[in-house]
């Protein structure tokens, strides 16, 4: 039985996350062997340009709600307007972005449509026609392949940076569908008093490239030449758990067990000896650097680069070549 | 205040090594250890207690070994613990382990909050406690990483909560749910008398008959799915050491990361 693919489009500030863009590439590849059609669906407070990239990025069709109680993402209002939309479409295949937004949203739309939940996969085929996500547990140390039971609703949600979107055909047509929103202002029982964002810095899940620093670096003033060859590469600061638990830097750039699982094309870690706890976060980062006054630390199991040297000195010196070579 | 506190019994990753892989150290008898984020979680509901009074029940779905982990709950120093335990509720889903905790919940009774954590390490699914504020129809806060304020007489929190781009502030009524991060606080370790206390605790087992559950509604078979674990592929040890000086390292790093075209 063919099985329609609907993909929930993310918008932050207005703007859809890249993310969603890799959901829709995700139901791209296993649309085909699916046999359904692909939906996009947008929620927001001035939708119609991300409704027309999401034609241009593959939908067929597009739910749109177009609401002011809708303009930040809150998990009961898009939840329940989901779960409305679903009622109307047979069993299908339910894909977003495994963003903190997204994982809520999936599962709360699951536990309102009693779908299966396959939650921050790293891969989807299909296996004799059915659906098959593939997904790590146990902080990396195991890996499970889900398979939906049942005839209903699937819910899937697809890790940050894995699924490359394809580029835009700007001559795609699709149908647009409007519905109204399910819950009024009043009725919505959250309210965002106020909004921090992280500006100028490169968010930590998204970067392509983090250096990050570890009980090495020694102290606070430690993690000034991390940041600073961060910055020459344009990349995201991170830290291990120790660094964090030390008062050194901030929680919001822990990778690791209860910290961040991040994805990059390059991890540099400094003094950062590679506690199984922070190579849960990280192992799977394409280029792997490893820069640490031993000799022998765990990381360099899973390090493709290591210099065994004082970061203090290296740091220093790597920041300035990156900046003569990139000319930045 | 009457809380709830919902922990989580998992894998002690700190075991892993050459010769506890992932699936030993899953199996049954492997060490196990109050799921990391749940700690958290035990904390933010003792405070919340400390401050406005109430009691503090923490309620663990899982295995009859699970009430180790409640007996840290209690030498932390929560008021009761509950273990909902049934061999029909075993290799559930997050959806079904949702249905039974909100059985058990309804069951307590009457609750201002409900505590979880972000995530348990072992599934990693960040689902459960999600879905059980949308069966139980509350209020969900997720992701917060400071309760700011927590109001009983006016059925109201307020809570900062941390988002991938953003921290947001953020108001619900009461009662809700919220799930917490690691900056939220500072878990404090088990007291002595506690753990003393918790030694002699009678902890309640649960079962399906206990929550009126039809035992067909849950565990595996009830499950919107099924998967297979398997170790992930090992990876080849292949470093290349990068000797020199720094500005001869520095040139050759470089290098090597523009061959890789990461850079």
Known sequence: MASNLIVWIELVDGQADPIAWQAMAAAGKVAGDLGGSLTAVVFGDGVGETTRQAIEAGADRVYTADDPSLGRYRVEPYAKLLARILE??????????ASTAGLEL???VAALAGAGLAPDCTDLHVEDGRLA?????????LVSTVTFRGTGHRCVTVRRNIFQ???PDPSRTGEIIEVPAVLSGDEIPTRVTSVETADGTVSLTEASIIVSGGRGVGGPEGFQPVRELADALGGALGASRAAVDAGWIPYAHQVGQTGKTVQPDLYIACGISGAIQHLAGMKNARVIVAINKDADVPLYKY?????????????????????????? | MNIIALVKQTPDTAQLSASMDGLKLSAE??????NPWDEYTLETAIQAREEHGGKV?????????????????????VDEAVLVSDPAMADGDSLTSARILVAAIRKIGAFDLIVGGRAAIDGNTAATAVQVAALLGVPLVSYVAELRNLDPSDRTLSAVRLLEKARETVTSRLPALITVVKEI??????????????????????????????????????????WRTELPPVREAHIEMIDGGPEDAARTLVDRLMEEKVI
Do not use: Q
């Open chain 1, 303 to 328: 390090a493709h680069y290591g210099i065994a040297g004082d970061l203090f000195s290296y740091l220093p010196a790597i920041a300035e070549e990156v900046r003569k070579r990139l000319g930045r």
């Open chain 1, 133 to 141: 996500a593939v997904r790590p547990a146990l902080v990396g140390n």
């Open chain 1, 165 to 167: 979107p394809a580029d």
């Open chain 2, 185 to 226: 606080n500072e878990p404090r370790y088990p007291s002595l008398i506690g753990i003393r206390k918790a030694a002699r605790a009678n902890i309640p087992i649960w079962g399906c008959k206990d929550l009126s559950l039809d035992a067909a509604a849950v565990g595996a078979g009830a499950s919107g799915v099924e």
């Open chain 2, 29 to 34: 008898g492997g060490p196990r250890i109050v």
């Open chain 2, 57 to 77: 029940t923490a309620l663990c779905l899982g295995p009859p070994e699970a009430a180790e982990a409640l007996k840290t709950a209690l030498a932390m120093g």
């Open chain 1, 106 to 108: 999936s599962a709360y």
């Open chain 1, 88 to 97: 109307h479409e047979p069993p299908s295949v339910v894909l977003m972005g």
